[in-house]
T-cell receptor, first 112, second 108 residues
Framework: KAGVTQTPRYLIKTRGQQVTLSCSPISGHRSVSWYQQTPGQGLQFLFEYFSETQRNKGNFPGRFSGRQFSNSRSEMNVSTLELGDSALYLC???????????FGQGTRLTVV | KQEVTQIPAALSVPEGENLVLNCSFTDSAIYNLQWFRQDPGKGLTSLLLIQSSQREQTSGRLNASLDKSSGRSTLYIAASQPGDSATYLCAPKPKSTFGDGTTLTVKP
């Protein structure tokens, strides 16, 4: 069974640009969560999607948005990039609230 | 708001030692608690999942316990090896909150 796949693995963007990250969950998983990880803030929850609906949302500005498609694949978009958005973005999938989460390898975003 | 604390923040032990990592959380209304390990620059690898109705789970040299009422979980690693060196994170669900983790170094 394939794991969680995140693309791209590495990305360099310029301040002010926007970026879209992709996450393909494990087959059959309907929940996808996104996290931002930085050395100073640790792992912070961005949002969770379940069956194309946002179920939970963390405390991030509106520049961070996401969506989930009918095949459970999810995308995360960050608009008007700032230097502080440089981070490892992790995606996790699970089959439901009571089940374990499985993480992808992450997308390393660098904003210059 | 769920808050998660992991103690100690860092731990260095010689190979072969048994060790305990601690995780505490403020909201006991959880579905389950999951322990992960993370190697530098990589994603998280799931180690153990304990449902809220369970007291412990075991996988090989790892044993995790859960005391939901007191908001605590421990991860016990037996006979530690250099390959166990990583950051260990706990995450109670829902609320999807992580602690800062415990960085473990096992010296040969």
């Amino acid at each position: 069974k394939a794991g969680v796949t995140q693309t791209p693995r590495y990305l360099i963007k310029t301040r002010g640009q926007q970026v879209t990250l992709s996450c393909s969950p494990i087959s059959g998983h309907r929940s996808v969560s996104w996290y931002q990880q930085t050395p100073g803030q640790g792992l912070q929850f961005l949002f969770e999607y379940f069956s194309e609906t946002q179920r939970n949302k963390g405390n991030f500005p509106g520049r961070f948005s996401g969506r989930q498609f009918s095949n459970s694949r999810s995308e995360m978009n960050v608009s008007t990039l700032e230097l502080g958005d440089s981070a490892l973005y992790l995606c996790a999938s699970s089959s439901g609230q009571g089940d374990g989460a499985f993480f992808g390898q992450g997308t390393r975003l660098t904003v210059v | 708001k769920q808050e998660v604390t992991q103690i100690p923040a860092a731990l260095s032990v010689p190979e072969g030692e048994n060790l305990v990592l601690n995780c505490s959380f403020t909201d006991s209304a959880i579905y389950n608690l999951q322990w992960f390990r993370q190697d530098p620059g990589k994603g998280l690898t799931s180690l153990l999942l304990i449902q809220s109705s369970q007291r412990e789970q075991t996988s090989g040299r790892l044993n995790a316990s859960l005391d939901k009422s007191s908001g605590r979980s421990t991860l016990y690693i037996a006979a530690s090896q250099p390959g166990d060196s990583a950051t260990y994170l706990c995450a109670p669900k829902p609320k999807s909150t992580f602690g800062d983790g415990t960085t473990l170094t096992v010296k040969p």
